[in-house]
C-alpha cells in the first residue's frame, strides 16, 4: 500500500489549522529524517506565529483586520503543503514517516488493468559535453511506474534499464557521439506484462 501526507488545509477551521501547523512544526523540528527542511520548518514556525496574531487582532479588528488574518492563513496553509511535499518525497509511500512529521495520511488508490504501449517516446539530447539524454513519454493513468532502457544503436547489447516513478527520465554518462537506441514502457498491475515501444535513435552529445 502506499500513503501520502493530506495535503488540504482550506476546509479546516482556524483551531483545526493552528493544531495542524503546531503538530507539524513540533514533530519536525530537529527530526533527523528530514535534514534538508530546516530552513522550511524554521519558516513554518514564524508563519504559525503571525497567523495567530492575524487571528486575535481580527478579534478586535474590522475589515482590513479580517482580510489580513485570510491572507496570513493563506500563507500559513501554502508552507504546510511545501512541508507535505518534502516529506511526500522522503517517505516514499510509507506511513510511519508521514505521521512521524505530524502530518495525518490517505492510502492512495492503486491503479489496476494492463497498461497501454507507448507511442510517444521523445528523447531530448543534452548540451555538449553533458553526455546526457532526457527521456519522456506521455503520462499514463493505469502505470504504476515506468521503466526506461538504453543500449548502443546496431548492437545486440543487453538493453540497460531504469526505472522511475514519473514520466521523465535523465540518463547521464552515455559515450559522446555515440548513436544510441532508447525505449520506454509502462509498468502496470502485473510487472510481467511488458509492452515496449518502438525504438527511438539519438546521438549523444
Request: aromatic share 8%.
Amino acid at each position: 500500500m502506499v500513503f501520502k501526507p493530506k495535503f488540504s488545509f482550506s476546509n479546516r477551521s482556524m483551531i483545526a489549522l493552528d493544531h495542524a501547523a503546531e503538530n507539524v512544526f513540533t514533530q519536525m523540528t530537529g527530526n533527523p529524517l528530514f535534514p534538508d527542511a530546516v530552513a522550511e520548518v524554521a519558516d513554518l514556525g514564524v508563519g504559525l506565529g503571525d497567523y495567530r496574531t492575524a487571528v486575535a487582532d481580527a478579534i478586535q479588528g474590522g475589515k482590513h483586520a479580517r482580510t489580513v488574518r485570510d491572507q496570513v492563513r493563506a500563507a500559513l496553509e501554502n508552507k504546510l503543503q511545501l512541508l507535505a511535499l518534502h516529506v511526500q518525497r522522503v517517505a516514499n509511500g510509507d506511513p510511519a514517516v508521514i505521521l512521524a512529521a505530524g502530518f495525518e495520511h490517505n492510502k492512495v488508490r492503486q491503479p489496476k488493468g494492463d497498461c497501454p504501449r507507448p507511442t510517444n517516446l521523445n528523447v531530448i539530447v543534452g548540451p555538449i559535453g553533458s553526455c546526457r539524454v532526457l527521456l519522456k513519454v506521455k503520462p499514463e493513468a493505469t502505470a504504476r511506474s515506468y521503466r526506461f532502457g538504453y543500449r548502443v544503436a546496431g548492437t545486440s547489447a543487453p538493453w540497460t534499464d531504469v526505472n522511475s516513478h514519473g514520466s521523465t527520465r535523465s540518463v547521464e554518462g552515455l559515450q559522446q557521439f555515440a548513436a544510441y537506441e532508447f525505449r520506454a514502457v509502462y509498468i502496470g498491475s502485473n510487472p510481467d506484462i511488458l509492452d515496449y515501444s518502438d525504438t527511438v535513435v539519438a546521438t549523444v552529445i
